[in-house]
Nanobody
Framework: QVQLVESGGGLVQPGGSLTLSCAAS????????MGWYRQAPGKQRELVAR???????NYADSVKGRFTISRDNAKSTVYLQMASLKPEDTAVYYC??????????WGQGTQVTVSS
């Protein structure tokens, strides 16, 4: 069983930066992809960024150039560096791990609020 624990959310002003972390424990496979999704009130959950075990990345168009996903396989941890944050980035951010896009586990979510 895989468990994901996120940290790093909070309140930040527009234009600010924030870094999210997600630590995986349990039977996490080295070949698993890890990613970040977000869900704003009244909206569907959407992919923000994903990174494969080999380091290939996918980003939502809305965050390209502002967000960077990375992973430390030795620590089974994935990071999401967020810069130039906008109010529309406000959402609950969820960590996810998958194999071939089949979800293995979700984290509990961490709130990110971008507001002045």
């Amino acid at each position: 069983q895989v468990q994901l624990v996120e940290s790093g959310g909070g309140l930040v002003q527009p234009g600010g930066s924030l870094t999210l972390s997600c630590a995986a424990s349990g039977r996490i496979g080295s070949l698993f992809a890890m990613g970040w999704y977000r869900q704003a009130p009244g909206k569907q959950r959407e992919l923000v960024a994903r990174i494969t075990s080999g380091g290939s990345t996918n980003y939502a168009d809305s965050v390209k150039g502002r967000f960077t996903i990375s992973r430390d396989n030795a620590k089974s941890t994935v990071y999401l560096q967020m810069a130039s944050l906008k109010p529309e980035d406000t959402a609950v951010y969820y960590c996810n791990t998958d194999t071939n896009w089949r979800t293995i586990a979700w984290g509990q979510g961490t709130q990110v609020t971008v507001s002045s």
